[in-house]
């Protein structure tokens, strides 16, 4: 059984894995930069080790360090929380190296699903639709070849990529070959890799993803969907489980799908899968193999606390429960709140003069941000997520308008003021939209 974990993250995430571990009774090291001294969690875990300066590189992703501070501290496992270290393969195999158990799946699974590429074939291998598209990397060669299969307009990707960086539709062939090289060259400089990867374009769809949990032997469950379609920049904003647009028969479809998936693979941990969803298709984009920001809102719809779960796989000892025992109650939403003027997202670090989290029944706030707290202009501008639950979606809707009144946050500018403005749409309020009405809706509210 796993005696001590190590978070070695930052933020809320390092504070809700601070959270469960206490509830199951292991001690807890927390590691920071020294731009983090003050943080909540490093003020609330049993033991903190500094592991660097502010800049990520010397800190938050110094593996070096922060194996160092688990030798230092006889910590014998590591949570990686989200982001930083969290899909680095060469990070798990150093700790197993080490003997500390990375909480999280193998590097083989990081290293599968880490390529975009081999990710979609492994999919389409263990029965998961993907979208049409190039059966590997696309050269500026034979970008022209690989379009007119396919059918314009094509999406070119970055296969070592994410957040949207290395990602250019080109319509006609005549935007192919500028579409290719900005892809190229934003993927270089944002992953060291130029590789680059094409497939159909869908005009309107929707990010639904599912949540998976497996124990590394061959059983595996799904917790259900999360819609994530409200995106600026390919960046989540708001995020809902279960979708407005899926009824119970595809949702158990395609979770299904994805648990045999996995016990196919023999997964171990907690996994989402992510798809586009079109016209009653869904077609696979990626998967994440950590924890996802939003995964509280499916915590809130099933009972299941996903970082319990984790801990106690690593620790060898299973799932806690069978597809039988899952049961989907409410519906949930989640805001995230970050650190940036709600109208340009420049972030906006700074102290916060005034905190006041909201309360109630079905009201949830992940957070590490306090009164007196200085945001640094460091990292993520992530402060903390607001998630809401109820009985059903008019009434999560109703309670999220109440709770967004309540929620004070001064000193900063925060994107609290979004939240209430698509609190009162109509498009929100029916649950109709896709990947590009944030987008739109950004740009005609600023005209």
Known sequence: MISKILIANRGEIALRVLRACKELGIATVAVHSTADADA???????????????????????????????????????????????????????????????????????????????????????????????????????????????????????????????????????????????ARAEALAAFGNDAVYMEKYLGKPRHIEVQVVG????????????????????????????????????????????????????????????????????????MNTRLQVEHPITEAITGI???????????????????????????AIECRINAEDPRTFVPSPGTITHFHAPGGLGVRVDSGAYQGYRIPPYYDSLIGKLIVHGRTRVECMMRLRRVLDEFVIDGIKTTLPLFQDLISNQDIANGDYDIHWLENYLANTSA
């Open 215 to 286: 124990d590394g032997e061959g059983n595996a469950i799904h917790l259900g969907e999360r819609d994530c379609s409200l995106q600026r920049r390919h960046q989540k904003v708001w995020e809902e489980a279960n979708s407005p647009a899926l009824n119970v028969e595809q949702r158990m479809a395609i979770g299904k799908v994805c648990a045999d998936a996995m016990k196919k693979l023999k997964y171990r941990g907690a996994g989402t899968i992510e798809f586009l969803y079109e016209n009653g298709e869904f077609y696979f984009i990626e």
């Open 40 to 182: 909540m969690h490093v003020r609330l875990a049993d033991e903190s080790v500094c592991i660097g300066p502010p800049p990520s590189r010397e800190s938050y992703l110094n593996i070096h360090q922060i194996v160092a501070a688990c030798e230092i501290t006889g910590a014998d496992a590591v949570h990686p929380g989200y982001g930083f270290l969290s899909e680095n393969a060469k990070f798990a195999d150093i700790l197993d190296a080490h003997g500390i158990t990375f909480i999280g799946p193998t590097a083989d699974h990081i290293r599968i699903m880490g390529d975009k590429i081999t990710a979609k074939k492994t999919a389409e291998a263990l029965g998961i639709p993907v979208v049409p598209g190039s059966d590997g990397e696309v050269k500026p060669e034979n970008a022209i070849e690989v379009a007119r299969k396919i059918g314009f307009p094509v999406l070119i990707k970055a296969t070592a990529g994410g957040g949207g960086r290395g990602m250019k539709v080109a319509k006609t062939e005549a935007d192919l070959e500028e579409a290719v090289s900005t």
């Open 305 to 331: 606390d996903l970082v319990h779960e984790q801990i106690r796989v690593a620790s060898g000892g299973g799932l806690s429960v069978t597809q039988e025992d899952i049961t989907f109650q409410g519906h």
